[in-house]
């Protein structure tokens, strides 16, 4: 018998206690604790995944408080991971929560290797380079989610089945530009936990092999077709 807590989820047709105790037993690493990460920890700590690790290297800054909910005024100068840890088991203390104060190098193996799936919320593409080969080499499924401005994408990444980043963008994609509207990560934030909680249940159809394009500016939301490259460095 699940908590209370969960009711209202349970009760969705299709959904019921099955699907509930399949999130409990699931693991997944949040990659990245900004304004992506914020969100997508929020919410699957809240629908009962079962472990969940967070990672990151930095500390909260002033500029952070536009996006990053999961800080406050009196979190700047904190190590992001350890006040991550602290306030989410705070919000469900029926999960086990590990916050991990790493910066993702050569350790992602370490990272990732023990758990049913990767949540790209990183800031650069030289990093989700790096975890990208890891995921196709350990063959745990990735969703990727990024966003600038008022614009952002979602994909989910079946290693082996699905383009992976190499394939999608080809080369590392550097960028200056740190321009956010705190909108725009909630939502790509949410579309991200939302994917994670279909994959774990299994109920409806996930963004593989599809990108979901997101324009704040005329709210569009546009569905991208995205193949593997047979050629591809990493999976191919």
């Known amino acids: 018998m699940f908590p209370k807590r969960y009711e209202r989820q349970i009760i969705i047709p299709g959904f019921g206690e099955e699907a509930q105790e399949k999130l409990s037993e699931a693991s997944v690493v949040i990659l990245g604790l900004g304004g992506l990460g914020s969100i997508v920890s929020i919410y699957l700590t809240v629908a009962g995944i079962g472990y969940i690790k967070l990672v990151d290297k930095d500390k909260v800054e002033e ?11 009196k979190d700047i100068g904190k190590w992001k991971a350890e006040v991550a840890e602290r306030k989410l ?6 999960i086990d929560i590990e916050g991990l104060r790493e910066e993702i190098s050569n350790n992602v193996y370490d990272l990732i290797e023990n758990v049913d799936m990767v ?7 030289e ?4 975890v990208n080969k890891a995921i196709v080499y350990l063959e ?9 401005g008022f614009s952002g994408q979602v994909t989910t990444i079946i290693p082996r089945k699905t383009p992976c980043l190499r394939c999608i963008f ?13 909108t725009t990560s909630g939502i790509i934030g949410l579309i991200e936990a939302t994917e994670a909680i279909k994959y774990v249940t299994k109920i409806g ?11 704040a500016r005329d709210l569009v939301f546009e569905k991208i077709e995205i193949e593997r490259n047979p050629e591809c460095e990493v999976c191919g």
């Open 205 to 215: 159809n996930l963004l593989a092999g599809t990108m979901l394009v997101y324009d």
């Open 127 to 130: 990093t989700r380079f790096i």
């Open 170 to 182: 080809g080369k590392t994609i550097y960028s200056k530009d740190k321009s956010i509207i705190g």
């Open 63 to 73: 500029s952070n408080l536009n996006r990053q909910i999961l800080y406050d005024e």
């Open 119 to 125: 949540i790209d919320c990183l800031d650069n593409f």
């Open 89 to 94: 088991r705070d919000v469900n203390s029926e």
């Open 140 to 148: 745990k499924p990735m969703i990727h989610g990024a966003c600038r």
